[in-house]
């Protein structure tokens, strides 16, 4: 039975966590809003009075009678299925608290560009976005990378991944934020990366598995723009 | 075997939710922190270099040898060992999947009083702060607690609950969203609350379980302050 994922389909965002996993489990799946009359279609279950169970945004994820929202929690029930979940219950609940901080600092990313509004343009809170987005690189990014780094050298198996000896699904998204923050803050990241090395090497190891190094180049893989989360506004460089 | 909730000791904050779970199932925890010599204990968890699965920031909760962060993540562990989670899998991540949405909803209460930087005073950010709480009071606010409320009427179990026909932690974690919502923004929610009958409902319902009632009057229920996660300040009020 196939996944149909469903999410804007012109940025990477929030649903590129769950696209990885996809990708590199080599799944089945369906990019619905991306086809014809596809976003139509998302936009019938969002807007749905009487749908139980809905989402409240985008991404989710159709498989079989079940709809999941919010990316942690479709990572959570297509880790096991997609080869990507640790074996163990303590190590998949501590996959999932790993996965949940990502969740922040996304959050916490797309913010120093929209402080203020999601819904207003970002040329309508330049002044905020300045002083959050140097909050974010000066505190807030090297916190959460830092910590990244210590949980890798305190895994006992190993410091190639988050948890356990093998790739999960949170080990895709440290890559992902990787690649956004190196995209949204080319300048901060190369001062700073050399801080985080087991990071850096994760990354590296991510790009490449073979699905993920046909993946990256492939047209599935949108580009980074000034639409997502991460966003490239020089004067947010520092 | 006893929980050992870590969080700060002088606010309600995100700590709150674990701790209205805890209290609602009469379970026999403490609230280490709170404890003599409880505030270093904590600290050394936080700041130790070694210790496998780390906590990134409290709340964290200790149970044998587990360590488990992120308050969603808690409760994902806690619901069941507690009789506050659903019982089908299905249930249980659609419960998971509405505290997602209930922590989302958290973080932006406050970044109504903190747009630019969690290290910055209030008083460092007070026109940044005034534009995105009238974004929040405005938009997100009704945006969210309107979804709740539409969840609640298509809940094919009846509307009492979220989540079929029992009560759950996401249910308690509602109750205190709209506390801590009626502290910070009693205008805004007087003015509106009227748009979310079954929600107001369900927080009336939570109030009045007998342990949830024991409860909110005793020692043990922090008061809400301009220290945590909802916070009284008339200008963000509109």
Known sequence: MSYELFYWPDIQGRGEFVRLALEDA??????????DKGMAHMMTILESKTATRPPFAPPFLRHGRRTIAQVANILLYLGPRLGLAP???????FAH????????????????????????????????????????????MPKYLGYFERVLA??????????GADASYADLSLFQVVEGLRYAFPKAMRNREKHWPLVVALHDRVAERP???AYLP?????????????????????
């Open 26 to 35: 080599g799944a089945d799946y369906d990019d619905v809003a991306r086809s």
């Open 87 to 93: 074996r163990g219950q303590a190590d998949r609940q």
């Open 97 to 140: 608290q790993l996965q949940l901080t990502v969740t922040d600092l996304v959050a916490e990313a797309h913010d120093t560009h929209h402080p203020v509004a999601g819904g207003l343009y970002y040329e309508d809170q330049k002044p905020e976005a300045k002083r959050r987005a140097k909050d974010f690189r000066e505190n807030r």
């Open 154 to 163: 305190a895994n006992p198996k190993g410091d190639a991944w988050l948890v």
């Open 211 to 213: 699905r993920i190094a």
């Open 218 to 238: 492939s047209p599935r893989r949108l580009p980074f723009s000034e639409e997502g989360i991460f966003r490239r506004y020089g004067e947010l460089d520092g």
